[in-house]
């Protein structure tokens, strides 16, 4: 095995405490690397103007491979307020840093695992008719188009003349026409077939190579007919050269209730950027919560990986920390697959499943717990001890 660098980044809140637990599971597992900080996040807003400072551009540039924490992002006019007064004024617009590494490195594949451990306590159950109580083993992967689709950053409020005045060619933009100019926001939902293909073509890849039976194309044609449209269209095209494979059509309204019905039937999801987004964390609770949900985002040259919780800020502060560190573990198992060290992957894996199966520790959210100062004294585990135990089955 070569030695790798991982440009690691904390980012904001309570990243700054679950990375570094992943870079000691990373350790014990027996993964050779150097890790170099990259800056992103809120205080480079503030100080800078930049969430995403062009250094740690350069640093992704050159190694390819990155650990992410969590980041703060907060509304238009609560950014614009917080920024260092020698900056306020002159321009500088608040855009989400993780947003701008997806679009930057093109990490168009999002990969987000939803995958059931025995024993969580926070696992989907079902009440059957003669009163017992059925848990159903969960497997699904969601694959989320990563860069386009209404996270494009395509936005206007107060949108200009010019651009009111080609909407208007539009029938459908009659009934906005008499609405003043500074009375509108715009966001626009951007797909391309290249990027649909791409991200369908990565779905029936993952579920012909993983042993998934089913991939479902998870959108609203019936009414975004041309976004939603194009990407069953390159479902329609990829699953040619997939026959073995279930192909599913379901628009995501739907998709919601059934989820909660059935969630053991599913296999791989696709989707566009927003949708993808909803359908990853609504199947993420089935399986444990943000606490135990990771991602990767992944692009021909750089992959960055990731938890999908937040920062969390009001947890930042605490000692002994409280969070869960196992989101942030199990994107770094991620980052182990994607570099071909998959045994090592599954050993981490393999050793959350046996401390969760076992139960002696769990974390607050674990035990249904609101998170506090207390959490410790009333039998919770702390962050820490989660990763020492992970640390002892591997």
Same mark, same amino acid.
């Given at each position: 095995?070569?030695?790798?660098?991982?440009? /690691?980044?904390?980012?904001?809140?309570?990243?700054?405490?679950?990375?570094?637990? /992943?870079?000691?599971? *990373?350790?014990?597992?027996?993964?050779?690397?150097?890790?170099?900080?990259?800056?992103?996040?809120?205080?480079?807003?503030?100080?800078?103007?930049?969430?995403?400072?062009?250094?740690?551009?350069?640093?992704?540039?050159?190694?390819?491979?990155? *650990?992410?924490?969590?980041?703060?992002?907060?509304? !238009?006019?609560?950014?614009?307020?917080?920024?260092?007064?020698?900056?306020?004024?002159?321009?500088?617009?608040?855009?989400?840093?993780?947003?701008?590494?997806?679009?930057?490195?093109?990490?168009?594949?999002?990969?987000?695992?939803?995958?059931?451990?025995?024993?969580?306590?926070?696992?989907?159950?079902?009440?059957?008719?003669?009163?017992?109580?059925?848990?159903?083993?969960?497997?699904?992967?969601?694959?989320?188009?990563?860069?386009?689709?209404?996270?494009?950053?395509?936005?206007?409020?107060?949108?200009?003349?010019?651009?009111?005045?080609?909407?208007?060619?539009?029938?459908?933009?009659?009934?906005?026409?008499?609405?003043?100019?500074?009375?509108?926001?715009?966001?626009?939902?951007?797909?391309?077939? /290249?990027?649909?293909?791409?991200?369908? &073509?990565?779905?029936?890849?993952?579920?012909?190579?993983?042993?998934?039976?089913?991939? %479902?194309?998870?959108?609203?044609?019936?009414?975004?007919?041309?976004?939603?449209?194009?990407?069953?269209?390159?479902?329609?095209?990829?699953?040619?050269?997939?026959?073995?494979?279930?192909?599913?059509?379901?628009?995501?309204?739907?998709?919601?209730?059934?989820?909660? !019905?059935?969630?053991?039937?599913?296999?791989?999801?696709?989707?566009?950027?927003?949708?993808?987004?909803?359908?990853?964390? &609504?199947?993420?609770?089935?399986?444990?919560?943000?606490?135990?949900?990771?991602?990767?985002?992944?692009?021909?040259?750089?992959?960055?990986?990731?938890?999908?919780?937040?920062?969390?800020?009001?947890?930042?502060?605490?000692?002994?920390?409280?969070?869960?560190?196992?989101?942030?573990?199990?994107?770094?198992?991620?980052?182990?697959?994607?570099?071909?060290?998959?045994?090592?992957?599954?050993?981490?894996?393999?050793?959350? &499943?046996?401390?969760?199966?076992?139960?002696?520790?769990?974390?607050?959210?674990?035990?249904?717990?609101?998170?506090?100062?207390?959490?410790?004294?009333?039998?919770?585990?702390?962050? %820490?001890?989660?990763?020492?135990?992970?640390?002892?089955?591997?």
């Amino acid at each position: 095995m070569n030695s790798r660098t991982i440009v /690691a980044m904390p980012g904001d809140g309570i990243g700054k405490s679950v990375l570094p637990e /992943a870079v000691r599971v *990373l350790d014990a597992v027996g993964f050779e690397a150097e890790y170099v900080h990259g800056d992103i996040g809120w205080e480079f807003w503030v100080r800078e103007g930049n969430a995403l400072p062009e250094r740690t551009i350069e640093l992704l540039s050159k190694h390819k491979l990155g *650990l992410l924490g969590a980041i703060t992002s907060k509304p !238009k006019a609560e950014a614009a307020a917080e920024l260092h007064p020698s900056l306020q004024g002159k321009g500088y617009d608040y855009f989400s840093p993780v947003v701008a590494l997806r679009q930057r490195f093109h990490l168009d594949v999002c990969l987000r695992p939803c995958r059931s451990f025995a024993g969580n306590p926070l696992n989907f159950v079902r009440r059957l008719p003669d009163g017992t109580i059925e848990e159903p083993f969960i497997d699904v992967a969601v694959f989320r188009q990563n860069t386009e689709g209404l996270y494009c950053g395509i936005e206007w409020t107060h949108p200009p003349d010019d651009l009111c005045n080609a909407l208007s060619k539009h029938a459908r933009w009659r009934p906005f026409a008499r609405t003043p100019p500074e009375e509108i926001a715009i966001s626009l939902r951007v797909f391309t077939q /290249a990027a649909c293909r791409r991200i369908v &073509a990565a779905a029936f890849h993952h579920a012909s190579e993983h042993g998934y039976r089913s991939v %479902t194309v998870c959108e609203k044609p019936n009414v975004l007919r041309e976004t939603s449209g194009m990407m069953e269209d390159a479902v329609r095209e990829i699953r040619e050269n997939y026959p073995e494979i279930e192909v599913r059509s379901s628009n995501i309204d739907t998709q919601m209730m059934w989820l909660t !019905k059935n969630p053991e039937d599913y296999g791989v999801f696709v989707g566009g950027n927003l949708i993808g987004d909803i359908t990853s964390d &609504a199947f993420a609770g089935l399986v444990g919560g943000l606490g135990f949900a990771c991602s990767g985002n992944i692009g021909e040259e750089v992959a960055v990986f990731e938890p999908t919780h937040g920062s969390a800020p009001k947890y930042e502060t605490f000692d002994p920390q409280i969070v869960n560190p196992t989101a942030m573990i199990l994107s770094a198992a991620m980052l182990l697959d994607h570099v071909g060290e998959t045994s090592m992957a599954e050993r981490v894996r393999r050793a959350v &499943a046996e401390v969760v199966r076992e139960g002696r520790v769990r974390t607050y959210d674990m035990l249904g717990l609101r998170g506090g100062p207390d959490v410790l004294d009333r039998g919770a585990a702390s962050m %820490t001890e989660m990763t020492n135990a992970i640390i002892a089955r591997i």
